[in-house]
């Protein structure tokens, strides 16, 4: 009798402990991701869902866990080999059916292993499978993820969204059980953030930016028809990032420096979209009648990507350069500045833009220097007024001013 009580008793323990992972890792876990850790208290209701799910011998928790010796085939894989700000990315497990797991994202280097003090989970899981629930590991964001029951599961596929601000490089980590192992963590490779879309966060405090949009009153990185970014560089440089719709094969965008504010002898550099690539150019324009002329300019890292219906490209443009036939571009004094978008006259072998009819510009002369801590926002071009509105507008100003001499003679008699 004293033999079975102990027997019951010792079979209760390892069974109630066993149970205390196969719904999922707690939220006391999300750095180490130990399941031979687990508090049974942080286990709560922890056998529910097992006891729900159909007896199949396969899927019963064991009654013990150890460290597999075996080679760890499990694989993360992502969607894309870089991650942009704000969007999403959808991570898959490959490789043998396990039954209990935890996955996040971290910094990349961000864990006790590489001399930090705990792991930095960056962005937050969106969407799941039905067999999978988030854990809030930090504040209110679900930032992990791990098994509902203890079923079998195999292939599962999540969509991981990434913060608005950056974050640098991250990796995936995730911990496997399979029946009565588990394996060390498993790290996905590095993954660099692409840097487009462009971060507007600093603009008007460390980078001028100018934002337009053809149908709000305002806009952000990924509905922005046209921007433009810059900041000085060690006083001898200039970064720009160029950005926005590019609808086609045939685009292009483009920022432009005059003397003057009819923008004679315009000089411009331009992203241009040919078909799938991206390329960047530099144009003068003396006068309508002889057109653009393409001149080589010496430019630092240049980048350029094309994401969907949106064309990005930066550069580092000296703030002096010198050009063969006046087609230099001095950037350390104060011009006009011209913001252009539009399609090109892509054909074999040349690719120039077609400018529009109105030049969106700025209302002065712009020092690069001296305006990276104010913000703008592009204006459309004014309409000419047509001969009725401008009678009505006459008309307007005769009215206010009768009525404004009645009124003085009024206040004057009274007095």
Not at 187 to 201: A, C, D, G, Q, W
Not at 229 to 238: D, E, F, H, I, L
Not at 402 to 410: A, F, P
Request: charged share 25%; net charge neutral; hydrophobic share 35%.
């Amino acid at each position: 009798m004293n033999t079975l009580l102990i027997i019951s008793f010792l079979c209760f323990a390892f069974c109630k402990q066993s149970l205390a992972f196969i719904n999922g890792f707690p939220k006391e876990q999300c750095d180490e991701m130990d399941p031979t850790k687990i508090k049974l208290e942080g286990a709560k209701g922890a056998n529910s869902e097992y006891n729900e799910t159909e007896s199949n011998p396969e899927d019963a928790p064991p009654t013990s866990i150890r460290l597999s010796d075996s080679l760890n085939l499990y694989r993360i894989v992502t969607s894309s080999p870089m991650y942009r700000r704000g969007r999403t990315l959808d991570i898959t497990i490959r490789g043998p059916d396990f039954n209990a797991f935890m996955l996040q994202v971290r910094k990349f280097g961000s864990d006790e292993r590489r001399g930090f003090d705990q792991a930095v989970r960056v962005g937050e899981f969106v969407s799941w499978p039905n067999s999978v629930k988030p854990v809030m590991c930090d504040k209110n964001e679900k930032n992990a993820l791990t098994n509902k029951n203890y079923v079998t599961k195999d292939g599962l596929t999540f969509k991981w969204k990434a913060p608005n601000e950056d974050v640098g490089d991250i990796q995936i980590v995730a911990r496997f059980i399979s029946g009565d192992e588990y394996w060390q963590l498993t790290e996905s490779r590095e993954i660099p953030m692409n840097e487009f879309p462009v971060n507007l966060k600093n603009c008007g405090k460390a980078k001028s930016c100018i934002l337009y949009s053809e149908n709000k009153a305002s806009c952000h990185q990924d509905d922005c028809d046209y921007i433009l970014t810059y900041s000085v560089v060690n006083n001898t440089n200039v970064e720009f990032v160029l950005g926005g719709s590019a609808k086609g094969e045939q685009n292009y965008l483009a920022v432009g420096f005059s003397m003057t504010p009819e923008a004679e002898t315009l000089k411009m550099i331009a992203c241009m979209r040919a078909k799938t690539v991206a390329e960047i150019k530099y144009f003068t324009l003396n006068s309508m009648d002889e057109g653009l002329m393409e001149y080589p300019m010496r430019l630092e890292n240049k980048k350029m990507d094309l994401d969907g219906d949106r064309m990005w490209c930066s550069f580092v443009a000296p703030m002096v350069t010198q050009g063969e036939e006046g087609s230099g571009l001095d950037l350390s004094v104060p011009q006009y500045q011209i913001y252009l978008r539009g399609q090109t006259n892509y054909t074999r072998g040349s690719n120039f833009p077609i400018l529009p009819a109105k030049y969106l510009m700025s209302k002065k002369e712009v020092s690069v220097d001296k305006i990276k801590l104010q913000y703008h926002t592009m204006e459309k071009p004014k309409q000419q007024q047509s001969g009725a509105d401008a009678l009505n507008y006459a008309f307007f100003v005769l009215i206010s001013a009768i009525v404004s001499i009645h009124l003085w003679e009024n206040a004057r008699w009274s007095l």
